[in-house]
């Protein structure tokens, strides 16, 4: 077998579903490496929702998207298959933006080499982009406080249910809001949240003002929809609200209003929008943040598997629909 | 004559303009002092839009509320006409939370001398309230940088004008909104702006686009109203925004929705609302910070008269209709 598949953005994408039409996939003779370089066979490749800012990103963004007929962006973790390169030595395991490939030829730059038995999928789901984003939102940016109150939207998402856990590790009250009852059971009984609201349901009003009776301190927006309006109107003086993921506006062709800012100012409240993008070259002292609340197993995460690069495409849309339970994964 | 006059807040308001009905009109004599006590003749009495969110304080509000039969709460400038305190002599000229009244009885807290010779329009318009807000707001929060953009809403008003001035003086380039041709007019030929909207013209979005070909850094919102959609969308990445303001919505009962969120992560943008009663502790700290702007002659004011105290209720209203030109303040 000396081809391989990578999958290329072609169109980008209109609001609604992710298509097959969005993407090229090309088959190509698996290449020679040349000096300082090697070859990497991709194992598993991680998706994530902030791909389809990625792939949306019109020219007024400020977030790098990707060209069309580039690569899709993606991290990932291969073996090195072949080397000329002096730090890395055939039979490697290796994390890197790998991208929608089966193999790919690297200089080197932004890989690292991933310690002997690691666990791939607990590397992708809690020390790749979502752990990294859930410890910078939270820790750098939320000021978190034992006993305060923080609600997170997606909270069965990859990064809302680390930042549960972190969140709720440092002592605080933890509310998480999910989009079907499994989940909610999820986060309750196996993350050790402190509650858990199903959107779907009516009366997420008075769920919402039972589950936080002294009100929210930390919103951390992973969703949007109409329940950021909700919880905005529960934020405590001097709360935080930490704007993370909108994946539910990401699809609509109007983007819902938000909220009226009077409240901001009533009870001082700050919004921060961040874009994980920009925070890359702080992961060192981000996973060394991170990592002891893993070593004390105050961290559970659950994967979901699709096989083969080909899957990728569709299985985008699982953020959409939310039909993922758990860290979305591509198995090679 | 030995009666003073009072107003105290009989009724919270309710969307719309102010009424004389919301008040209480008291006659009393004038009260004899006290040991340590000092009695204060009220001279200049500031009007100050953050007065419409004392009133209307809900049991929910976050910032100290002015309660039902208290005196309206205001800052003032007096003389005081009789002394049983060692700090205060008769003659003495003193500034603080003097209230809606010709005289005030004080123990001295919170009084603070106004030193000889100083013009008392001048320590309302631009050391009271207004300056202590626009520099909290420009330099606690906004971190302006000589170069970039910064749009003021509001911008002939009271807060307004001095954020204006005192990033123009630090070389941002500096765009007022305000509601009137002839505001405009004054805060670019007087106070130096480097561009001016009417928001009440037609075609904001093009004017702004010119004015702002850079985008904007900064956008310090006094006002809500449309605008607020239209300079958002000119936000730039790592912009800031800050909420002092939103007197355009106080009155409306049911207030206009704000900007969708998505645009807040894309561009990491940060939206903090702030209210100048958290930072009165630092006002010596704020003053030295906003003396220099003043003593190198970079910030002009003015001010808009209304005679005798029962002029203050129905004087609320011109921060409504904008019919105000300057600082307002009440002469006793």
């Not at 994530?48 to 792939?55: E, N, Q, S």
């Not at 809690?126 to 000021?143: E, I, K, N, S």
């Not at 079907?180 to 199903?198: P, R, S, V, Y």
């Amino acid at each position: 077998m000396s081809d391989y598949l990578s999958i290329h953005l072609a169109v980008r994408p209109q609001p609604g579903p992710i298509t097959q039409g969005l993407f090229e996939l090309k088959r190509q003779p698996i290449p020679e490496i040349r000096n300082d370089e090697v070859l990497i066979k991709q194992t598993h490749m991680s998706l994530d929702p902030a791909m389809i800012g990625w792939m949306s990103a019109d020219r007024e963004s400020y977030i790098p998207r990707v060209e069309l007929g580039d690569v899709m962006r993606s991290t990932g973790i291969g073996v090195i298959v072949a080397s000329n390169h002096p730090d890395f030595s055939p039979g490697d395991t290796v994390q890197g933006m790998l991208g929608w490939t089966e193999y790919k030829v690297s200089g080197g730059k932004g890989l690292n080499k991933v310690p002997l038995g690691s666990d791939p999928e607990m590397v992708l789901a809690v020390f790749a982009l979502p752990g990294l984003t859930a410890t910078q939102g939270l820790f750098g940016f939320a000021d978190p406080k034992a006993g305060e109150t923080i609600v997170v939207t997606g909270a069965a998402g990859s990064v809302g249910s680390l930042v549960g856990q972190l969140a709720k590790a440092d002592g605080l009250q933890v509310i998480g809001v999910a989009g079907d009852d499994e989940k909610c059971q999820w986060i309750t009984d196996t993350l050790g949240f402190d509650g858990a609201i199903n959107y779907k349901n009516d009366g997420i009003t008075s769920m919402l003002k039972d589950l936080t009776p002294e009100g929210v301190d930390i919103f951390f927006e992973n969703t949007g929809g109409p329940i950021q309006q909700q919880v905005f109107n529960r934020m405590n003086a001097h709360g935080r609200i930490i704007v993370c993921g909108m994946i539910s506006d990401y699809v609509s062709a109007q983007p819902s209003p938000g909220p009226n800012w009077i409240p901001l100012i009533k009870k001082r409240v700050t919004v921060r929008g961040f874009a994980m993008t920009d925070h890359l070259g702080d992961a060192s002292k981000l996973r060394a943040k991170l990592a002891p609340y893993v070593a004390d197993g105050k961290i559970k995460f659950r994967t979901h598997i699709l096989e083969g690069l080909e899957s990728a495409p569709e299985g985008l849309n699982l953020f959409f629909n939310g039909n993922n339970r758990g860290k979305l994964i591509v198995r090679l």
